[in-house]
């Protein structure tokens, strides 16, 4: 079973930055796109950033767009999202998803969630 490897979450003062990783537990060949979902406390999971590993295609929930870079590293089959400008309202856990060629079948992965907290 693939696993999604989530990374550098934390505490931060607003107008600061923080860099989140999401590496695949083992290799696939051939990822289809990888990005990340938030949910805040008593709200639903809200799409943020998606990346697409052939085209590199971008996109970005409006909120975010000039502030955070979703990237990606095809040989480490790791995406990245690199916050900046950090606002209080940008708090929330912070979800990695896939949609990954398995076993000839395009299967959607979640991770396990990795918190950041933005205040002063």
């Known amino acids: 079973q693939v696993q999604l490897v989530e990374s550098g979450g934390g505490l931060v003062q607003p107008g600061g930055s923080l860099r989140l990783s999401c590496a695949l537990s083992?290799?696939?060949?051939?990822?289809?796109?990888m990005g990340w979902f938030r949910q805040a406390p008593g709200k639903q999971r809200e799409f943020v950033a998606a990346i697409t590993f052939s085209s590199s295609t971008t996109d970005y929930e409006d909120s975010v767009k000039g502030r955070f870079t979703i990237s990606k590293n095809n040989a480490k089959n790791t995406v990245y999202l690199q916050m900046n400008s950090l606002k209080p309202s940008d708090t929330a856990a912070y979800y990695c998803?896939?949609?990954?060629?398995?076993?000839?079948?395009?299967?959607?992965?979640w991770g396990q969630g990795t918190q950041v907290t933005v205040s002063s």
């Open positions: 998803n896939a949609d990954l060629w398995v076993e000839g079948a395009l299967r959607n992965y």
């Open positions: 083992e290799h696939i060949n051939t990822i289809n796109t």
